[in-house]
């Protein structure tokens, strides 16, 4: 799960390719979900990236509906979904998997905040207001109900968060909260510090982060 992009910037060959490279080299049927709104799929309704995440349920309905089947799909194992979620991708990643536990194992990468206030008061500012003010025009208790950070205790999937201590986009903070938050509720959570690393890992710290992707989904995979 990519994050944001401009639409009209974006590639459906996005950077998030060499995760779904590695991934598949180590024997996962990867699928790169193409969001709404994004070139070519349709148009529609995002706010909060809610339906995002309602997108991304529909397509795990369809793989565990066609796995097995003759078609593109024939070699996957519906027994374990797991999903790698990026920066906008990790919010939409924290958001399926509190609502559903169709997801066996989740990957947070340099993800958003579980908490849509604090979210939509960085687009705002990335954005120059130009994004993210119809969301913060919702009541408090509007953004409350649409957090994911205020229902953590639904979540059933193992999650696996990463977060560069250099990153200058998102605050590695708010990893830091959520994997408190996560052992505070005795989930099953891991949580990695990439010292020096940006945003977009890079280098050798990019290798060993998929290194630890790839031995937490066999892992959990395995269990």
């Given at each position: 799960?990519?994050?944001?992009?401009?639409?009209?910037?974006?590639?459906?060959?996005?950077?998030?390719?060499?995760?779904?490279?590695?991934?598949?080299?180590?024997?996962?049927?990867?699928?790169?979900?193409?969001?709404?709104?994004?070139?070519?799929?349709?148009?529609?309704?995002?706010?909060?990236?809610?339906?995002?995440?309602?997108?991304?349920?529909?397509?795990?309905?369809?793989?565990?509906?066609?796995?097995?089947?003759?078609?593109?799909?024939?070699?996957?194992?519906?027994?374990?979904?797991?999903?790698?979620?990026?920066?906008?991708?990790?919010?939409?990643?924290?958001?399926?998997?509190?609502?559903?536990?169709?997801?066996?194992?989740?990957v947070l990468y340099g993800a958003m905040s579980g908490d849509e206030q604090r979210n939509y008061e960085k687009i705002a500012e990335w954005s120059g207001r130009g994004r993210g003010l119809e969301e913060l025009n919702?009541?408090?208790?509007?953004?409350?109900?649409?957090?994911?950070?205020?229902?953590?205790d639904r979540i059933t999937a193992p999650v696996s968060i990463h977060h560069g201590d250099y990153d200058g986009t998102v605050p590695p903070a708010w990893s830091e909260e959520l994997c408190q938050k996560l052992q505070?509720?005795?989930?099953?959570?891991?949580?990695?510090?990439?010292?020096?690393?940006?945003?977009?890992?890079?280098?050798?710290?990019?290798?060993?982060?998929?290194?630890?992707?790839?031995?937490?989904?066999?892992?959990?995979?395995?269990?």
């Open positions: 799960m990519h994050g944001y992009i401009p639409p009209e910037q974006y590639n459906t060959i996005a950077y998030t390719t060499r995760y779904a490279d590695a991934l598949a080299r180590a024997g996962f049927l990867v699928i790169h979900p193409n969001y709404r709104n994004y070139p070519p799929s349709d148009e529609g309704p995002d706010l909060f990236r809610a339906n995002q995440a309602v997108d991304v349920l529909n397509l795990i309905a369809i793989i565990k509906a066609q796995a097995g089947q003759p078609g593109p799909l024939q070699l996957a194992d519906a027994s374990f979904i797991g999903m790698l979620g990026h920066s906008m991708g990790g919010g939409i990643t924290l958001r399926t998997i509190t609502i559903s536990d169709a997801v066996q194992a989740a919702a009541s408090p208790e509007d953004l409350q109900r649409i957090s994911p950070i205020f229902f953590l505070a509720l005795n989930k099953v959570v891991e949580c990695f510090t990439y010292p020096g690393q940006p945003h977009t890992f890079q280098g050798e710290g990019d290798q060993l982060f998929m290194q630890r992707v790839v031995d937490f989904f066999n892992r959990i995979r395995g269990q």
